[in-house]
T-cell receptor, first 112, second 114 residues
């Protein structure tokens, strides 16, 4: 059973507009939620995270929102740029071992 | 500052052959991980090592073995490769415990089993 779900396999957005990537989770015990970005032929790289005790975290063009009652988080990218085109993975960190549980990813395409 | 280094980057094996994927980190991290990435499946944990001297199974351990050689190195071995093990393999490391920065990943090993 998937604990972290990204239900949209792909998203296409026009340059300059907002990109919204969504993620749902089932376990209310997760401590942190993270977003990773992955380009082809490279490893995933950390983008932004949010603690379970917060509802928003912002870093430049990237903002992550957490809705604990809905067990839902989203990543907003404003404005979107062609270089943002990548696969974005949502992940949850909930254990003493620090094991991350990943969603299946959403492929973002930003059109010039 | 190399971070996490994986070797080789590419490998083609015949069914039944064995090989070891190497991973080393230079960040003095306690924990290391092996993931595989398949289309539509995301990143799935194969094995992890919370600290030097310990290893544990992840979500998809069948067909694999691991060795935490020392604090820096964590290898993944395929004893008898199968076509189902065709995948991209990522090694990662972390300081351990809950962290807001998660893992640092290597650049991956693309393995094809024919």
């Amino acid at each position: 059973d998937q604990q972290v779900k990204q239900n949209s396999p792909s998203l296409s957005v026009q340059e300059g507009r907002i990109s919204i990537l969504n993620c749902d989770y089932t376990n209310s015990m997760f401590d942190y939620f993270l977003w990773y970005k992955k380009y082809p032929a490279e490893g995933p790289t950390f983008l932004i995270s949010i603690s379970s005790i917060k509802d928003k975290n912002e870093d430049g063009r990237f903002t992550v929102f957490l809705n604990k009652s809905a067990k839902h988080l989203s990543l907003h990218i404003v404005p979107s740029q062609p270089g943002d085109s990548a696969v974005y993975f949502c992940a949850a960190d909930g254990g003493s071992q620090g094991n991350l549980i990943f969603g299946k990813g959403t492929k973002l395409s930003v059109k010039p | 500052n190399a971070g996490v280094t994986q070797t080789p980057k590419f490998q083609v094996l015949k069914t039944g052959q064995s090989m070891t994927l190497q991973c080393a980190q230079d960040m003095n991290h306690n924990s290391m991980y092996w993931y595989r990435q398949d289309p539509g499946m995301g990143l799935r944990l194969i094995y992890y090592s919370a600290s030097e001297g310990t290893t544990d199974k992840g979500e998809v351990p069948n067909g694999y073995n691991v060795s935490r050689l020392n604090k820096r190195e964590f290898s993944l071995r395929l004893e008898s490769a199968a076509p189902s093990q065709t995948s991209v393999y990522f090694c990662a490391s972390s300081a351990g415990g809950t962290t807001s920065y998660g893992y640092t990943f290597g650049s991956g090993t693309r393995l094809t089993v024919v």
